[in-house]
């Protein structure tokens, strides 16, 4: 996921530098005037992808995904949780198998990194 950001980051920037430099009126040649355009589109469109409008608002798919994820799964949590304090010792096990699940899928996988990565 870092990868990904830093790619956009580092496509933004050359973007922005590109720009720059084409309102400096340094001579372009066509080429890089196409590459300049059809660059700026491609990414007017990415952002484009990722934004949901509505009468009142406009918002960010990723973001509304993410929260509505992760609010329905605290309030399975949630949920769970009551009912295996309120129910008897031998009825609370589908719950608590529940709870496990959830957990497994908020806590992220662990991994070995090597730091001497060149």
């Not at 790619?7 to 001579?27: A, F, G, M, V």
């Not at 066509?30 to 952002?47: F, G, K, M, S």
């Not at 990723?62 to 009551?82: A, D, G, P």
């Amino acid at each position: 996921m870092d990868d990904n950001n830093e790619e956009d980051i580092t496509h933004t920037r050359s973007i922005s530098e590109q720009i720059r430099l084409s309102k400096l009126h340094l001579p372009l040649s066509p080429q890089t005037q196409h590459r300049l355009i059809d660059r700026a589109v491609e990414h007017e469109e990415q952002n484009d992808m990722n934004k949901w409008e509505s009468c009142c608002f406009k918002i960010d798919k990723r973001v509304l995904v993410f929260f509505t994820q992760y609010i329905i799964i605290l309030l399975t949590l949630i949920f769970s949780m009551r009912m295996v304090l309120n129910l008897d010792s031998c009825e609370g096990g589908v719950f608590l198998n529940l709870i496990t699940f959830l957990i497994g899928i908020v806590v992220p996988t662990p991994s070995i990194k090597n730091k001497d990565k060149k």
